[in-house]
Structures are given as C-alpha cells and as structure tokens.
C-alpha cells in the first residue's frame, strides 16, 4: 500500500512539473519582444518617418508581442558605422545608405547611377526588385526588412539654369557620390557640409546645391535659391536591415509579419518620399515664389550620353568583382521602365 501510494506521488509530481514547464513555455511565448532600431538622419526626415511607422505597424500587427524602440539622429550608430553596428549587434536593426561606403554595396549601387529615375516610387521598386533578384551576398550577414531611395536629385540655384550650357562653370555644393554626375553636366562640384551652405550661396561662394528637392522646405533651401532645375540623376538608395542571429531568434509569427511588410513598407516609404517633394515644392512657390524649371528636350536628351562614362566606369569596375555587371545594369533599365509605366506621372 505505501508502494501504491509512492507510485500514485511520483505520478502527480510528474504532472505538476510538466504543467508547470508548459505555464513557462507559454509565460516565455507571451512575453515581449524588445528591438533597438537605429537611424542616422534628424527626427522628422523621411528616413526616420518611415522608421516610426513601422514599429508602429509592427507593434500594431503582433498585437504588442514586439515592441521597436527608435534610435533616430546617429544617437545609438553613427551613420558609417551602420551596417557593421547591425552585424554585430549593437543595434537589432538599422536603416543605412549603401552610398556611404562606395564599393561595398556594389550589387544596389547600380540603383543610384545617373540613369534618369524619375521618382522614388520607380527608383524604390527598381532597388527592391533588384536585390530580390540577386540576394548579394554584401548582405549576406543580415536580414533585408525594406529598401527604398532618395528622390531624384536637381540644381537648386541663385540664378537660372534654363539650359545645360547655363551650368558651365558654375559651382554649387555636391555630396561626393553626386560629383562625377554633375562634373559630366558642366557645373564644378563643391564638397562642403550642407550646414554651411546657406551661408556659402549668400557669400557668392556656391551658386546653388544639387540635392533632391525636398531640401527646399526641410532645410529652408527656397530662402536662397530661387530656382530648380530638374535634371534628375543620381539619387541615394537605402535599406533597412536586422541582425542575422535576433531574425533566427524571432517566433515564426513575428517573421512573417516582418516578411509580410517587407515590400509594403518599401512601396509606402516612396510614395511618402514623393508626396513630401511635391509639397516641399508648392510650400517654396507659395513661400518664396520660387520657380521649377525644365531643361529644353535637346538637353534632356543629351544627359543620358553625358552620364554613359560613369555608367561604363561602373560596369567596368564591378565586373572585376566577379559581378555580372552589364546584366545588373541592363536589369536597372528594364525595372526603370517596367515601374514608369506602373507610376505614371
């Protein structure tokens, strides 16, 4: 009988156990998910804009089981330091531009060559469509969570630019990866931060920026330059990645909720990125009446033959990579058509 009663114990302290190992399991899966998501531009740029709306959704879609805490203006990982901050998990994710380290990103780098993109939405899509496509092993250590670009980029001048020839010899401020392009235009490059040149366009000594246009409400860059003049070259192109090991880490549900926004946010971060230009311009007619300009159709035309050197240059250069270089770049151009027609301006 006491053997009886031993045996009938054993068994309910079985149960007990196990039962309290499922109430830890579930306890465990109930508990919330904690990620650090860093970015490097100022609150309120479109980069970090999109940023919020996503831990938003994310939290939104997982019914609070993920929380993201947002890291904006370089305050968690510096803007260079990035995508290495990701990999080795000072950060969980982090949104970065791949044109910050010339040569590394070469697969994506050929979204931000002076083919003509004439929106973010194209550009974006292109850029998205792009690294589906060729899964680069540049991003081999981490998970892709969104890709998108920079509006095209213009010349925001003092005086008018009806013309190519109008460019020749002018000097305006240009962030490095835009240097080539605008040297091919005519225009002589001038690297300076962008906080000194407001001050640099008063002085005489820039004439105007070439940056994407919505730096003309942001920054205030109306105040100074009266004119736009559309060119649209080259842009920047930038992907939202995760640490490799806290993607594993992830429940399957969660994954999928990431995976399910993956092209969602991407398409919503351009439209936002357009939507933003357009009003940046109407704000500065309003504002400042300031005035956009069209080159005529014979310039238009030529700025594809004046950009080719720089296309080749790349071509050249990534194919040494062991890249199918010339296939990625006609690929860029295919994307390029296929999504002027799917946002018809």
């Known amino acids: 009988m006491k053997r009886e009663r031993l045996i009938a114990l054993s068994i309910i302290v079985f149960f007990m156990c196990g039962f309290t190992a499922v109430l830890s399991g579930v306890a465990r899966s109930q508990a919330t998910i904690h990620l650090n998501y860093a970015n490097f531009p100022p609150e309120g740029t479109f980069p970090c804009v999109q940023m919020e709306r996503w831990a938003k ?3 939104k879609r997982t019914t609070g089981k993920v929380k993201v805490h947002t890291f904006p203006g370089g305050t968690l990982v510096s803007a260079k330091n990035m995508f290495d901050g990701v990999q080795s ?67 925001m001048t003092k005086t008018p630019v009806r013309t190519l020839k109008d460019l020749k010899g002018m000097e305006v401020r240009v962030s490095g990866t835009l240097a080539d392009a605008v040297q091919a235009l005519g225009a002589t490059p001038v690297a300076m931060p962008q906080s000194d040149t407001p001050e640099a366009i008063q002085k005489g000594v820039v004439k105007g920026i070439v940056s994407s246009i919505e730096v003309l409400k942001d920054f205030n860059f109306a105040a100074y330059c009266p004119y736009t003049t559309i060119v649209n070259i080259a842009l920047t192109d930038f992907t939202v990645v995760m640490n ?50 069209q080159l005529p159709a014979s310039d238009k035309a030529e700025i594809p033959k004046l950009m080719k050197p720089i296309i080749d240059e790349y071509i050249k250069r990534a194919k040494s990579e062991g890249l199918p270089s010339a296939e990625i770049v006609k690929d860029v151009y295919a994307l390029k058509a296929k999504y002027e027609k799917v946002y018809k301006e």
Not at 114 to 123: H, L, Y
Not at 130 to 144: A, D, M, R, S, T
């Open 244 to 293: 490799k090991t806290k993607w594993n880490s992830l429940p399957p549900d969660v994954k999928k909720v990431f995976d399910d926004l993956k092209r969602e946010q991407s398409e919503w971060t351009a439209k936002y990125v357009d939507d933003h230009v357009t009003e940046a311009v109407a704000w500065s007619k309003q504002k400042y009446n300031h005035q956009v300009l």
């Open 57 to 59: 959704e994310v939290e």
């Open 89 to 155: 998990g000072i950060t969980d994710i982090g949104n970065f531009a791949m044109s910050y380290q010339p040569g590394r990103f070469l697969v994506s780098e050929a979204i931000s060559l002076p083919v003509g993109f004439p929106s973010s939405k194209v550009a974006s899509m292109a850029l998205y469509d792009l690294l589906e496509k060729y899964n680069p092993k540049e991003f081999e250590g981490v998970k892709i969570l969104a890709a998108f670009t920079s509006p095209p980029s213009s010349f």
